[in-house]
């Protein structure tokens, strides 16, 4: 099972990441958790978002990248979901708590950056994989394995053709995924 996290706080605005769900929505084994629409207040339910999270192979995280992090409330999706005690330290039997331990995780993320902005010597100073840092370590941090990155730069400026590309990449790329889950 892919769970796939997908955070836009205006996805009505968003040409890239609508192209990129419409691309996997229908795919076998693939649960889309649109966290905007879920919780509009900001009132995460815990307790079912760690369940789905136990029960799947792959957690997917599709967002657009807002100021080098991830929007707000996955952010705090973050800070709830992946709790002391169940995803890393120690559970109240004092046993290690890694209920991720094993998982793989996705980050599918679009910029509004052409890739040449995230290099050294770019816009941003620092590469994409310096911008990746605090997602892959939270993924180890959790104990997942942390997957090659799916990156759809320059969205604004991605044109008809490109952005069918990308998204056939991506369905492709979660498709691979599906089959190795267990």
Not at 95 to 111: E, H
Request: proline residues 5%; contains cysteine; charged residues 15%.
């Amino acid at each position: 099972m892919i769970t796939l996290i997908h955070a836009h706080p205006y996805p009505a605005h968003s040409r890239v990441n609508r192209a990129l769900l419409d691309a996997v929505r229908d795919l076998p084994g693939v649960q889309v958790r649109d966290l905007y629409t879920l919780y509009p207040d900001f009132h995460i339910d815990v307790r079912a978002e760690q369940d789905l999270l136990a029960g799947s192979a792959t957690i997917v995280l599709q967002h657009p990248l807002h100021w080098y992090h991830v929007p707000a409330l996955l952010s705090l999706w973050f800070e709830k979901v992946l709790a002391y005690g169940w995803a890393y330290g120690h559970g109240a039997d004092g046993q290690a708590a890694r209920a991720l331990q094993g998982k793989r995780m996705l980050w599918a993320v679009s910029t509004s950056g052409s890739s040449t902005d995230y290099q050294a010597s770019g816009l941003h100073h620092a590469t994409f994989d310096e911008i990746a840092t605090p997602l892959r370590l939270t993924a180890s941090f959790c104990g997942m394995q942390w997957l090659p990155p799916h990156a759809v730069h320059g969205a604004s400026r991605l044109g008809d053709d490109a952005l069918e590309q990308a998204a056939q990449r991506y369905r492709s790329l979660l498709l691979a995924e599906a089959g190795a889950s267990p």
